[in-house]
């Protein structure tokens, strides 16, 4: 699982109010090559949740991207900031850990890149 | 007897490691797959701007439908309920990142962060209650009304389904419709029993224009103009791949050509000499659309 995918993601047990982001516990973190795509980046950004992506990345080790959710214009004129945000996003992936629900502290378990999502009968 | 794969077992026991491997080695089933990916992409109607969007691929299995979305240059998140599907997918190396979950649950993402999503095969899985607390029509609420929710305004959600009788289908319409989607069914090869596919096709929130004009059988068909009253949502549109438009036209809004035209050309036929069969209160009758 790599960080896009953890800033949409969050816990869905019932009765949960506050279930992003979930905090990621690393076990094991490996990093794998993607296209380098800006026009992808700017159509993601607006729907990044900043604060959660850099605590996630620094979570898997990674600690440079800004801490406050830099202007839009970056986007345009910043291509080391993009070539981090690329990085962070779409290069990091959770091999081994877990994800927790920052309400109820409910582990899920992170096996071989794959977030067991799956709710007990007495969360739905 | 029926031999669905649905009424043998719950997905996660079924799709076991052997039933994983099986369904991705054969040749057959990986052509088929990559059709329904390509043609549900392509009811997606992205705006073709060639910039990649971040989509959804439910009940993704071992990845078949999600290297359809790869190809096309889309990143996606896979969700599947079967671990060794799963499996098979992070082996042959898929590019979406993969997440364990059923569908029937809800999906627990933010709200209007994902451009589109598409489900292969999928979805007629919920209309079975595989555990005593299940009932299928609350978990297809939950299911739509998550889905709804994650999307962004104006994007559309693609099912290909296989419904195993018209309450299923119903069912599982009734209940996108309810969750706020506008849209309906299209039909491919509606005349072939063995080619017949179904998609449905769900617009979330307002229809944006770019998609209206969309070069589909859907926007021409089904022309989602003005409002999404409900009544107006449930359309079913039906579509011939391999026939041309304009006898589709004719084809889909029924109307036939009547009984009195049969009545006339089979008189004509009879005065030529040719065997005729007899004339009954069948004769031109409208026959029902096999569902
Ligand atoms: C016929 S396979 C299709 C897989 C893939 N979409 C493809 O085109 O090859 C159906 C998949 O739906 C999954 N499925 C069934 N019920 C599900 C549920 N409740 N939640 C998530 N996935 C489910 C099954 O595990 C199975 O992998």
């Not at chain 2, 898929?94 to 999503?117: F, K, P, T, Y």
Request: net charge neutral; glycine share 8%.
């Amino acid at each position: 699982m790599r960080l896009i995918t953890h800033n949409m993601l969050s816990c869905n047990i019932k009765g949960v109010a506050n279930g992003f982001p979930l905090l990621i516990e690393a076990g094991k973190v490996i990093e794998k090559e993607v296209d380098f795509n800006p026009d992808f980046l700017r159509h993601m950004f607006a729907k990044i949740e900043w604060k959660a992506l850099v605590e996630g990345a620094r979570s898997m080790g990674y600690a440079e991207l800004p801490e406050d959710s830099p202007d839009a214009t970056v986007l345009d004129s910043d291509e080391s900031f993009l070539k981090k945000l690329h990085h962070a996003l779409l290069e990091l992936h959770l091999e081994e850990g877990a994800l927790v629900c920052p309400e109820t502290g409910r582990k899920f378990p992170v096996n071989k890149g794959i977030p067991n999502m799956l709710l007990h009968e007495d969360e739905v | 007897m029926s031999n669905r794969p649905e009424i043998q077992a719950p997905p996660e026991i079924f799709y076991d490691d052997a039933e994983a491997r099986k369904y991705t080695s054969s040749s057959r089933i990986v052509e088929i797959q990559a059709q329904l990916s390509e043609r549900a992409l392509e009811l997606l109607a992205l705006p073709e701007d060639g910039v990649p969007r971040f989509l959804l691929d439910i009940g993704c299995g071992s990845g078949l439908s999600g290297e359809t979305i790869s190809e096309n240059g889309h990143h996606w998140i896979g969700l599947d309920i079967s671990a060794s599907m799963l499996n098979v997918a992070v082996e042959r190396e898929v590019e979406g990142d993969l997440l364990l979950g059923d569908m029937g649950q809800g999906l627990g993402l933010r709200s209007g962060v994902i451009d589109g999503a598409i489900s292969i095969s999928a979805v007629q899985w919920l209309c079975n209650a595989d555990k005593s607390s299940h009932e299928p029509r609350l978990r297809l609420k939950a299911f739509f009304g998550s889905l709804y929710r994650c999307l962004s305004r104006g994007a559309r959600a693609v099912f290909q389904v296989y419904p195993e009788n018209l309450a299923q289908r119903e069912l599982i319409l009734r209940q996108a419709l309810q969750a706020g989607f506008g849209g309906g069914l299209v039909v491919d090869y509606p005349h072939s029993t063995k080619k017949r596919k179904e998609f449905l096709v769900l617009t979330c929130g307002p229809v944006q224009t770019s998609i209206q004009t969309s070069k589909d059988e859907f926007g021409e068909s089904c022309s989602e103009d003005d409002n999404s009253e409900d009544e107006e949502n449930g359309m079913v549109c039906v579509s011939d791949r391999n026939r041309p438009k304009k006898k589709q036209r004719t084809n889909k809004k029924g109307k036939g050509k009547g009984k009195e035209w049969v009545l006339k050309k089979k008189e004509q036929s009879r005065r030529k000499g040719n065997d005729v069969p007899a004339d009954s209160k069948y004769t031109g009758r409208k026959r029902k659309s096999r569902f």
